[in-house]
Every structure is written in C-alpha cells, then in structure tokens.
C-alpha cells in the first residue's frame, strides 16, 4: 500500500510539470502580427523626343531660285551667253525654266531639301507655297501643261510624291512623317534616369522637298519678268490617329551621294578627315556594259576636294538613252556610296 502511494505521488508529480509545461507554451503564442515599410518610386522619365530637322539653305544659297526662257534663247545659242562648261539639260524634252543644282550646272528641277524626322514620335510637316507678283509678271499656269498658244509659267512643289502648282494665293501641303521610337533608349546619366538616342541610330524618316517647271515656248514683252517663289515650313507633333505618310525616304546619317541627268555629281556629310578617292559611272551604251573612271576625266570639272563635280556637254550628250546610270564613289577608308540618274 505505501508502494503504490508513492508510485501514485511520483505520478501527480509528474502530470503536473508536464502540464506546467504546456501552460507556459500557450501564454507566449501569438495570435496577430504586423509590419510596415516605406515605399519608394524610381520617378518619371518622359519617353518622348520631338526633333525635325527641317531643310537647311546655306548662306547665299537659292535653291528654288530659277530662269524662264520662253523663247527657249539658250537653247538656240547653246548656252553661249554663259561660262564654257556650263550645263543645260538636253534639249528634247527641255521645259524651259532651269534651277541652279550645282557650279554652272542647271536642271528643269531643283535640288531636292530634306525634312528628317529625329523624333520618336510621328510629326506632321506643313509646307507653304505662294508667289510675290509683279506688275510685270508673265502668267501662272494652272496646270502642269502650260498654254500653247500663250506664255503661261508653270512651277510646282513638290513634296514626297505630290507636286502642288504653285498659284499667287497660298497652297498648304500637310505630311505627317512617322517617328523612330527604336532609335531611342532609357539610360542612367550622372545617376538619373534619361531618355536618349542610341550611340547607333543612323537610319530616320525624312521629306523630301523640290521644286520643278515649265514655261510655253511663246515670244513675250521684253519687260517680262518671272514672279518670286517664297517656300516656308513648319512642323508640329502630329495628333493622335494621323496617318503616317507612305512617300517618306530613309535618311541615313554619314556620307551621301547626289547624282542628277545634267551631270552633277555632289558626295556630302563627310566625317572629319575622310576623303574621296574615286568616282566612276557604270552604264550601258549600244549593247555594251561599260565602267569609267571620272576623277581625271577631262569631261568632268570638279572642285578642289572632289566632293562636287560636273560633267561637260560631251558627257551628258553621251549618256542619253543608256537609261539608268550607276555612279560609284569611294571614299577613305574603303567606304562605298552609289547613286543613279536616268538619261
């Protein structure tokens, strides 16, 4: 009996440190709980670049300065009131009215401007055309064809693929061009974020812009003059929906060649210290595939860095008929560039 008493005690004992033991467990148990934090924002970069490089005209330069010869004067003299060397188009298919496009070299159409869009975003181009009139002027055309049996005066605007006649009121060309968006980038600069171009962007959307003319082979007063073409243009970012226009060209940053079917031949947008080491023309004539080389060619006359030159009479002459021409210019480096011109 006094066994089992203390086997009973040393039970009880027993129950109630194990039960001691969960008490305490249950007292430090939580049943809710909480934590905060501070937030932070990375900030705003506004991922938007709205740049048009609209046409840029040198200092003294005219490029949609023109001559009106009715009476077609120049041809009939072959040019002889002018410098020997000096370039007019072919007479078949000759309009009468010539553009400046290179030294002592004109074409019945001007050298074309360009508008490049650098943007990331589309951009709308308004170009505006009107005339200054004279007491004296000769008449505007209405249309692409002047009179034949008046002397009427007929320019155009062109701008992409659309050409506007140009009247003495004010005519409105709108293009909306589309912008580069991934010619850009988000970037970290002094520790901020920046939205910038990419170091290899070279390829945008650019306008061209040119203006062309004709004049009606018809005797006129010898006080005639030709009335002043003013050209302007402006741009804004263009609103939500418009549609980018399809006549658009890609401009490339770097060197670029000009070549036109009165033989001017212009290399632009050399990097410092590059160079033109030759230019040759391919063509095809009777049949034959032919190359030449044009930087010694007596034919052509070039300036003192090779990066204008013209080809005389012999030359244009020479060409009619072959069709498209392929000029080749090789610059230092061994850096290629070509351009094409119908004859």
Not at 2 to 8: L, S, T, V
Request: hydrophobic share 35%; charged share 15%; net charge negative.
């Amino acid at each position: 009996m006094q066994k089992m008493k203390k086997g009973i005690a040393v039970a009880l004992t027993a129950t109630m440190a194990l039960g001691g033991t969960f008490t305490a467990y249950a007292a430090d148990t939580a049943t809710t709980g909480s934590t905060s934090g501070s937030g932070t924002s990375e900030g705003h970069v506004e991922q938007e670049v709205l740049n048009m490089v609209l046409p840029t005209v040198d200092s003294g330069s005219t490029p949609f300065a023109y001559i009106m010869d009715p009476e077609r004067l120049i041809q009939g003299t072959d040019g002889n009131k002018y410098a020997e060397g000096t370039v007019f188009p072919a007479k078949d298919g000759d309009t009468g009215v010539y553009f400046l496009t290179a030294a002592n070299t004109y074409a019945n159409t001007s050298n074309t401007l360009q508008a490049i869009n650098k943007s990331s975003c589309d951009v709308t181009l308004t170009v505006d055309v009107e005339t200054t009139a004279g007491t004296k002027d000769i008449t505007l055309a209405t249309s692409s064809t002047p009179s034949e049996t008046a002397a009427e005066l007929y320019l155009g605007l062109k701008v992409g693929n659309d050409t506007t006649t140009v009247k003495s009121d004010k005519q409105t060309v709108t293009k909306t061009v589309a912008g580069s968006p991934t010619n850009f980038e988000i970037a970290v600069k002094n520790g901020a974020y920046v939205y910038q171009e990419k170091a290899d962007a070279t390829t945008w959307k650019a306008m061209n812009i040119s203006m062309t003319g004709a004049v009606s082979k018809k005797e006129i007063a010898s006080d005639t003059t030709a009335p002043t073409v003013n050209v302007t243009w402006s741009y804004a970012k263009a609103a939500d929906g418009a549609t980018a226009a399809t006549d658009a060209v890609d401009y490339v940053a770097g060197p670029s060649v000009a070549f036109t079917s009165a033989g001017a031949i212009t290399v632009s947008g050399l990097a410092s210290g590059q160079t033109v080491t030759s230019v040759s023309i391919a063509y095809t004539k009777d049949g034959s595939q032919q190359t030449e080389e044009l930087i010694n060619n007596p034919n052509v006359t070039w300036n003192a860095d090779k990066t204008s030159g013209t080809m005389n009479s012999n030359w244009t002459d020479y060409l009619q008929g072959c069709g498209s021409v392929t000029l080749t210019v090789t610059l230092s480096g061994n850096v290629t560039k070509t351009a094409s011109a119908t004859f």
